[in-house]
């Protein structure tokens, strides 16, 4: 089959392996390679080092590891439900689907305005919680005081932004499983909980496989929705890297904080495809 299709199918992937060189291959070579740079041009650790000796390294990588630990399986577990009420065709079908996809349209820096105008001192959760006598006062939200709070704070906005974009991935993974295999998982008597752990897991592997790979890339790179609702109470690497690059003016530790994150983005990556092999992965 391949020998009669020719060099076709190598035409066809010509345009996005041109497109990956171009715009990601290229940028990634040229960023290491800053990364590596002094400031006069020679190649060396010095923009390492510096990096690793900023006296906000510490916290902010601490700080994106922990988003991505937290928001993850949040998002994981909202997305499975979401996917499985859709899938199940339930009355309505179709409202509840805009309805979960409704956070797509709303940009990272917007979704965070959002809930600022929620969590803000004089906001609408202190004036409902004040309203309703639950509260005295209103609670500080965010305060450097208490970066706990603000991480569960941004970690409820990036859940709500962003898992709809696994959401339709899992219901993509859904419709693709055969009714055949539910209908005889009902013949013998399967709880929904059986079915959800015996079929539906197991095929929806190359789905979840996906989903975690795009989801922990885009939490690794998580800014706008930090800054809108954190300013610089918290700090992580994508905001460490815009300030190097734009307030300090130093292109080469910038470049350093996004190798890092590059590096972060493939060792995640990788982790997944090992722990997460899909049905033709172990064949292989």
Do not use: C
């Not at 020719?6 to 992937?13: H, K, Q, R, S, T």
């Not at 997305?79 to 689907?97: D, E, R, T």
């Not at 709500?160 to 013949?187: H, Y």
Request: glycine fraction near 6%.
């Amino acid at each position: 089959m391949t020998a009669r299709l020719g060099w076709a199918p190598y035409a066809l992937l010509l345009p996005s392996v041109l497109f990956l060189a171009l715009f990601f291959a290229t940028p990634m070579v040229q960023a290491f390679t800053l990364a590596f740079q002094g400031p006069d041009g020679s190649f060396g650790l010095a923009s390492i080092e510096r990096m690793l000796g900023d006296a906000s390294f510490r916290d902010a990588l601490l700080t994106t590891i922990a988003l991505v630990v937290l928001v993850i399986p949040i998002q994981f577990a909202l997305a499975m439900s979401m996917a499985l009420v859709i899938n199940a065709q339930l009355k309505g079908q179709g409202m509840w689907l805009y309805v979960y996809a409704l956070p797509l349209g709303i940009s990272e820096l917007a979704a965070g305005i959002v809930w600022v105008s929620i969590f803000t001192q004089s906001g609408w959760l202190n004036s409902v919680l004040m309203g309703i006598g639950i509260l005295e006062r209103p609670i500080t939200w965010q305060s450097a005081e208490t970066p706990w709070l603000l991480i569960g704070i941004v970690v409820i906005a990036e859940a709500w932004r962003a898992t709809s974009i696994i959401m339709i991935i899992l219901v993509a993974g859904l419709q693709s499983i055969p009714r055949e295999f539910l209908e005889a998982a009902d013949v013998y008597g399967a709880t929904t909980w059986q079915k959800v752990r015996r079929v539906v897991l197991p095929m929806l592997r190359p789905s979840l496989q996906v989903a975690l790979i795009l989801r922990t890339i885009l939490a690794f790179q998580v800014f706008a929705t930090v800054i809108a609702l954190a300013g610089s109470g918290l700090d992580v690497l994508a905001d460490e890297a815009q300030r190097w690059a734009t307030d300090i003016d130093n292109d080469n530790v910038a470049a350093a904080y996004a190798g890092l994150i590059l590096i972060l983005s493939l060792v995640s990556t990788v982790l997944f495809l090992v722990l997460l092999p899909t049905r033709e992965e172990h064949q292989a």
